[in-house]
């Protein structure tokens, strides 16, 4: 393995002055977000160095629990997320979600870490967090669109909804439509990224690693891997959280119950 | 066959319908009628599960409305708007939407069926072949009735459902639900429905103010909407 190039704090301080020049522009044409620029980078810095110390700490005891503990953690962050970011009330649908995202998550980042990459031992801190935190960073996004839109779609067509049930449709057969649109809203960035993979972006985690040291060959097969676990969770968690919602989101009579919205 | 026992329906700052009683047997053809924003549509609702009361009881053939016995209601029952919504692109999709649930699927009409019902309803056979999104109001509506007829709904729940009929559409229509088999729970303040009508229900401010079979609310009918 090569030796890594360490970024000295000094060259790291020369980065962030590098911030001028899009300060100097939004200053320029009147974009007034060079504040939040500014506290936005601040808390970046803060979080990662803390991170990193953090990591470092997990990384040195590298316990089973404190390993699983900390990708449950991850999951109840995210879902906590998702839920706010979806427009949903977090006291009706927080544990269907908590439910729907384990479920998404934790069988396909079990099977990458233990089937695929194979780690001594298989909750190595190095392999399970990181990945996990892929893995669930993506689902995030892809979960606030999908709730987002298929209840925004079923409150938006209450009258066609109706008429479904009552043309006889179950709650399942009432929802299918705003689902199929929901599932496809949050699969298809997902779709596309994956396509567009090495043409337009070089992935972070495949960069990363060749910055790291690992040959570029070894670098691609992991982001291959990582994107197909991550496509997996993605359809996965978006369909399973549509799901298990629901139980918490319809009245007895089958109609959206207008509580769930926090706007 | 439907009772309502003292049903109201309140919003966190509206009572939208207020102690309302009433009864409708099989075949009854009966219409509500009022002023806008009375509680007409949401008695409606009501009727198909689409609204839940807040206090009172629907009774559906003797057995109150809950989650267990609205699944039969719904089967017997078609609602259909003032402005139906059809739920698909093409005319024939939107019409055989209903059999692709489960409920109905033994219930698929034939292609000789379909046409009848079509051609009763003074609807062309080609029009299956066209997009929702270029037929006319009126012809929506009766495709919206078509499918409750392929269904072999027998209570019909209609809102306003003569409103964008042309004369002859109307008639057409108007001759279907003469059936005596058929029960219509309608809102209508069409003078040649409220004809067919043999129950009225006067609802004012969310409650059913005066309810007979006496034809001089038709006449009331009218007035309210200066006919």
């Not at chain 1, 360490?6 to 001028?20: N, P, Q, R």
């Not at chain 1, 999951?75 to 006291?91: D, E, H, Y």
């Not at chain 1, 008429?163 to 199929?180: F, H, I, K, N, V």
């Not at chain 1, 949050?186 to 910055?211: E, F, Y």
Request: proline content about 5%; charged content about 15%; glycine content about 6%.
């Amino acid at each position: 393995m090569m030796q890594v190039m360490d970024i000295s704090w000094a060259a790291l301080a020369g980065v962030f002055g590098m911030l001028t020049v899009p300060a100097i522009i939004m200053l320029w044409a009147g974009v007034p977000l060079v504040r939040q620029m500014i506290l936005a980078a601040g808390r970046m810095t803060v979080q990662l160095v803390l991170v990193a110390l953090y990591l470092e700490f997990i990384f040195r005891l590298n316990n089973f629990w404190i390993n699983s503990s900390w990708v449950l953690v991850m999951i109840v962050i995210a879902n906590l997320n998702i839920t706010r970011s979806a427009g949903l009330k977090l006291r009706r649908l927080f544990p269907y979600l908590l439910a729907g995202l384990a479920a998404g998550t934790l069988p396909v980042v079990g099977f990458f870490v233990c089937i695929a990459v194979r780690p001594e031992p298989f909750y190595d801190a190095r392999y399970l967090i990181p990945i996990s935190g892929m893995v669930l960073g993506n689902c995030l996004r892809a979960n606030v669109i999908a709730l987002e839109r298929f209840y925004s779609a079923i409150r938006a067509n209450a009258k066609e909804f109706i008429t479904y049930l009552s043309l006889g449709a179950t709650l399942q057969e009432a929802c299918q439509p705003y689902m199929r649109q929901a599932l496809q809203a949050a699969i298809a960035p997902t779709i596309s990224t994956m396509a567009t993979m090495g043409l337009v972006s070089l992935p972070g985690m495949m960069t990363g690693q060749i910055l790291g040291g690992s040959s570029p060959m070894t670098a691609i097969k992991y982001q291959i891997a990582v994107m197909l676990a991550i496509f997996c969770a993605t359809v996965i968690t978006a369909f399973v959280n549509i799901h298990f919602s629901q139980r918490a989101a319809f009245t007895p009579y089958n109609l959206l119950n207008p509580e769930i919205f926090s706007r | 066959m439907i009772r309502f026992e003292n049903i109201s329906l309140r919003t966190q700052d509206h009572l939208i319908l207020d102690s309302i009683s009433l009864e409708i047997t099989r075949g009854n053809k009966a219409v509500f009628f009022g002023p806008s924003g009375s509680g007409k549509t949401t008695i409606l609702m009501c009727l198909i599960g689409g609204a839940v009361p807040t206090a009172g009881t629907v009774l559906f053939d003797g057995e109150p409305l809950t989650a267990r016995t609205l699944p039969h209601l719904r089967k017997t029952m078609a609602f259909i708007g003032q402005e139906p919504v059809l739920g698909a692109t093409g005319v024939r999709e939107a019409l055989m939407l209903p059999f692709s649930f489960r409920a109905n699927r033994a219930r698929t009409p034939s292609e000789e069926q379909i046409r009848h019902v079509l051609k009763s309803l003074l609807l062309p056979p080609d029009i299956l072949e066209k997009q929702t999104s270029v037929i006319s109001g009126g012809e929506k509506q009766r495709l919206a009735l078509a499918r409750a007829l392929l269904l072999e709904k027998t209570v019909f729940v209609l809102d306003e459902v003569t409103s964008a009929l042309d004369p002859r559409s109307r008639r057409a229509v108007l001759t279907l639900f003469r059936q005596p088999d058929l029960t219509l729970i309608s809102v209508s303040h069409d003078p040649e429905w409220l004809a067919l009508c043999t129950r009225f229900f006067k609802v004012e401010k969310g409650r059913v103010t005066t309810q007979n079979t006496a034809p001089v609310f038709q006449e009331e009918a009218h007035e309210k909407e200066g006919i």
